[in-house]
């Protein structure tokens, strides 16, 4: 059972390991802004919606009150001509018209709170995006900052400086040879052209036999 239970929790710390690798900070905040901005995106289309309904909400009841008014001139020309079932028909309608304009404004009044509701929630999902939207670059500011500092730490912790200076003394010492190389051949090429060569000789004393013949002809 122990060598069972050593198991499991090693296996549980592998993976509390990886989902630790997979919770990258900068790209959780990303998700979570892509995530507000479909929200957004969605509130957007709503109230879009709601303006729509109040539009025609707006028509329904300017209709309806242009109907109360003509039913209500109808009325009024139909009793004074002394047609009382006509005048009674006209203001039958006018009264339903009144009362789906009571409709029709409350109605009204509800999708307009709804709607003002609404745009006053957008208001603050677009400020909560700009506010983490600073956040994020400021974690990722930060994030960039200790990783680096993680390097820089992980890089002198491996750094052993007797080793270092043993290889630049390696490194001393050939480019020292490789110099006294380079003088030498220097030397032996200087010594070279400096030490008169058998040929150069043979035309000296040439060139001496021929001054010599000179002066006697002369």
């Keep these: 059972m122990g060598l069972f239970h050593r198991v499991k929790t090693m296996i549980l710390a592998d993976l509390h390991e990886l989902v630790d690798q997979w919770e990258d900070p900068i790209a959780l905040t990303k998700q979570y802004l892509r995530e507000l901005q479909e929200q957004i995106e969605k509130a957007q289309r709503s109230i879009a919606q709601q303006i729509a309904l109040e539009q025609r909400y707006e028509s329904l009841i300017t209709h309806t009150k242009t109907m109360i008014e003509k039913r209500a001139r109808q009325a009024k020309l139909a009793l004074e001509r002394n047609e009382e079932t006509i005048a009674k028909l006209a203001l039958r309608e006018k009264l339903m018209y009144e009362k789906k304009l009571a409709d029709y404004q409350q109605q009204y009044e509800t999708i307009k709170e709804k709607t003002t509701y609404m745009t006053e929630q957008l208001q603050h ?94």
Excluded: C
Excluded at 128 to 157: C, F, G, M, P
Excluded at 178 to 185: N, Y
């Design 125 to 218: 999902l677009h400020e909560k995006y700009e506010e983490l939207s600073v956040k994020q670059w400021e974690l990722h500011a930060r994030a960039n900052a200790a990783k680096t500092i993680k390097d820089i730490n992980t890089t002198l912790a491996s750094f052993h400086p007797e080793q270092a200076l043993r290889g630049f003394a390696r490194m001393e010492e050939r480019v020292l040879a490789l110099e006294a190389e380079a003088a030498a051949a220097r030397h032996f090429l200087k010594a070279t052209h400096t030490l008169p060569s058998p040929l150069e000789e043979e035309i000296e004393n040439e060139l001496a036999k021929w001054k010599e013949a000179q002066a006697k002809n002369a």
